[in-house]
């Protein structure tokens, strides 16, 4: 059985960077959503699944442990953002 397909694009990532923070609206970078595949032993998520954060968020976001929870204790549903954004870009 083959498991989900993980994205690899370098352009994508690079055009996630700078764009608005999700959560306060400062550059972003690219976080990739740990929920939004089935984990898999030592690999992030596809490319499809980027949205962007700051440093600070970013780094909130790992520190705190429950993805899911620091999501919805801010009220932002972050996997249909990063799925829109990576089909209106594929489509360019």
């Known amino acids: 059985m083959k498991g ?3 994205i690899r694009s370098k352009a994508y990532l690079a055009a996630v960077r ?3 923070c999700l959560v306060c ?7 990739h959503l740990q929920r939004a595949q089935p984990r ?3 690999r992030k998520t596809g490319d499809q699944y980027v949205v962007p954060v700051c440093h600070k968020c970013h780094m ?3 520190a ?3 993805e899911t929870t620091w999501w919805a204790l801010r009220g932002i549903e972050p996997t249909e953002y990063a799925e829109d954004s990576w089909k209106r870009w594929r489509e360019k």
């Open 64 to 66: 705190f442990g429950d």
């Open 4 to 6: 989900p397909d993980r």
């Open 40 to 42: 898999a032993m030592g």
């Open 60 to 62: 909130e976001i790992h």
């Open 18 to 20: 700078g764009r608005p």
């Open 25 to 31: 609206g400062a550059p972003g970078e690219a976080h």
